[in-house]
C-alpha cells in the first residue's frame, strides 16, 4: 500500500500537466528551493564549529575559515548563498506581480509572502552571529525598532536581548532561532507548492485552464537542471573569487559596543526597507511603514480581480510594473548612502511613489478590464 501511494505521489509530481507556454520565469521556484536545501545544509555543517557566546563567536568564524576542513568554502557559500536566494526571491516575487499570480492563486501568494517575510526574519538573525561591528550594531538598531510600539515595545525589547542590552542571552537566540527557521521555510514551501499544485500554475497568457498542457516531467525537469546548474556556477564564481564582494568590510572587526560605525547600514537585500524606514520622521511611522512596504503584498489578493488581459495585453500594467521596479532598485541604491543631502530628500517622493504604485496594481486588472469592455 506505502509503495502504491509512493508511486502515485511521484506519478502526480513528474505527471503534473503544465502549460507549454512556461518561459525561463518558471524556474525560479525550482532554484528557490534547490538554494534553500543548500543553505540547510552548509548551514548544519557551520553549526558543528560555531560558538554562540560574545566572547568566542568571532574567533569560532575565523577558526572555521581557517582551521576546520573545507571551512573557507562553506562559509563562503553560505554567505554567499542568502545574497544569491533573495536575487532569486526578489525574481520570483517579479514574476508573480509582472503576471499577476496574486490574482488567481490567492493561497499561494499568501503562503508565498509569509516566506518572504520568515526568509528575511532569518538572513537577520544569520548576519548578527559572526559578531563583527556590524552585525552587533545592526542587531542594536533593528531590533530597537520595536520600542515604538506603545506601551509594550520597551518591554517586548528587552525580552528579545534577554538582558538590557543585546549581549550573550541575544547571541543565543539569535543563534537557536537562525538554525530552526530554515526548517519553517521548508515547510511553508511544501505547502506552497500543494497549493500551486491544486490550482496549476499561471502562464504568460494569463490561462488556467483552456491552454495546451504537457507533462512536467522530461520537459521541464532538464530546464531545472539546467538552472540548478548556471545557479551553482554563479555560487561557485563568488564563493572561489568574489566571497566578501557582497559583505561589509565592517564585519571583519570584532564588535566593539563602545565605537559605534560611521555608517550603519543593513545586508543589500534589506537596503530598499531600510530607505523606506529612514524617509518617515517619526520612529513608530519609521516600523509601519518598514513593515508595510513587505506586508503590502499580503493586500494584492484583496482586490478581487481575475486576468482577462494578462499582462502582455495590458501596456499600462506593464508600465507600472516597471515604474515599481526601478523605484525598488533606486530605494536600494539610497538605503547604501549615508542619511545626508540630497539621498535623504531623494527617498522621500520614491517611497510615496512605491505605495502608490502598489496602490495601482491592486486596482489596474479591474480598471483595465473596464476600459477596454466601454471602448
Known amino acids: 500500500m506505502l509503495k502504491l501511494r509512493q508511486s502515485y505521489q511521484t506519478e502526480n509530481l513528474l505527471g503534473l500537466a503544465s502549460p507549454s507556454s512556461f518561459s525561463v ?32 563567536a568571532f574567533s569560532s568564524v575565523a577558526h572555521i575559515m581557517r582551521d576546520a576542513p573545507v571551512g573557507w568554502l562553506m562559509r563562503n557559500l553560505h554567505a554567499n548563498g542568502a545574497s544569491l536566494f533573495f536575487v532569486f526571491i526578489y525574481l520570483h516575487v517579479g514574476r508573480g506581480l509582472y503576471y499577476q499570480s496574486y490574482t488567481t492563486q490567492p493561497h499561494t501568494w499568501l503562503v508565498g509572502t509569509t516566506i518572504l517575510f520568515v526568509s528575511m526574519a532569518t538572513a537577520f538573525l544569520g548576519y548578527v552571529l559572526p559578531w563583527g561591528q556590524m552585525s552587533f550594531w545592526g542587531a542594536t538598531v533593528i531590533t530597537n525598532l520595536v520600542s515604538a510600539i506603545p506601551y509594550l515595545g520597551h518591554y517586548i525589547v528587552e525580552w528579545i536581548w534577554g538582558g538590557f542590552s543585546v549581549g550573550p ?61 548556471l545557479v551553482l556556477m554563479c555560487l561557485g564564481v563568488l564563493g572561489f573569487y568574489m566571497p566578501t564582494y557582497l559583505g561589509d568590510p565592517d564585519n571583519f572587526i570584532h564588535a566593539n559596543p563602545m565605537v559605534t560605525p560611521v555608517h550603519i547600514q543593513p545586508e543589500w537585500y534589506f537596503l530598499f526597507a531600510y530607505a523606506i524606514l529612514r524617509t518617515i520622521p517619526s520612529k513608530l511611522g519609521g516600523v509601519i511603514a518598514l513593515v508595510m512596504s513587505i506586508a503590502i503584498l499580503y493586500l494584492l489578493p484583496l482586490g478581487g480581480a481575475t486576468i482577462n488581459y494578462p499582462a502582455a495585453f495590458n501596456p499600462l500594467y506593464q508600465y507600472v510594473f516597471w515604474v515599481l521596479v526601478s523605484t525598488f532598485g533606486l530605494l536600494t541604491w539610497l538605503g547604501a548612502c549615508p542619511i545626508e543631502e540630497p539621498y535623504s530628500t531623494l527617498a522621500v517622493p520614491l517611497t510615496v511613489l512605491y505605495f502608490i504604485l502598489f496602490g495601482w496594481l491592486l486596482i489596474l486588472p479591474t480598471v483595465w478590464h473596464s476600459v477596454v469592455d466601454n471602448t
Open 25 to 56: 520565469w518558471w524556474n525560479g521556484g525550482s532554484i528557490l528551493g534547490t538554494l534553500l536545501g543548500f543553505q540547510i545544509l552548509t548551514g548544519l555543517f557551520l553549526s558543528m564549529h560555531y560558538s554562540a557566546d560574545i566572547l568566542s
Open 169 to 229: 542571552a541575544t547571541l543565543n537566540r539569535f543563534f537557536s532561532l537562525h538554525f530552526i527557521l530554515p526548517f519553517a521555510i521548508a515547510g511553508l514551501s511544501a505547502l506552497h507548492i500543494l497549493f500551486l499544485h491544486e490550482k496549476g500554475s499561471t502562464n504568460p497568457l494569463g490561462d488556467l485552464n483552456h491552454v495546451s498542457k504537457i507533462p512536467f516531467h522530461p520537459y521541464y525537469t532538464w530546464k531545472d537542471i539546467v538552472g540548478f546548474m
